[in-house]
């Protein structure tokens, strides 16, 4: 049996997030950004919109970006958090958008020598498949 291979870090893509937050991220509304790498190559970059009845989150305001800018196929996301916080971890609400969007997702996680590329099914153990839950119309 292989040893499973951990996955290279998209460092471009932690760099474009990184500048986001630097430069886009101002007061309470705008604290986080995250970067997409598409199927296609292209990079997509997104800010939270914080608000306190449930703004949506970097990652989610991604989610839409994207498919504005016509990339529904997402290869790998990071979110960086603004003053300098560097990589932050999905919410436990994006980690199941992100997995029911795009099963073979990469999530970037940790800082320093412990940044690493995880599958975003690792992120959540006993992961709640949408899916294998809703009633078959055809039956
Ligand atoms: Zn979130």
Redesign the pocket.
Known sequence: MSVPQPLAVDHELVGAAAEVARTRCRGDHHTMAAAARARDGRIVTAVNAYHFTGGP?A??VLIGTAAAQGAYDLDTVVAVGDRDRGVVP??G??RQVLFDYFPALRVIVGNGDRMRAVPVAELLPETYVWADHQLDDAG
């Open positions: 989150c990652e989610l999905p919410c609400r994006c």
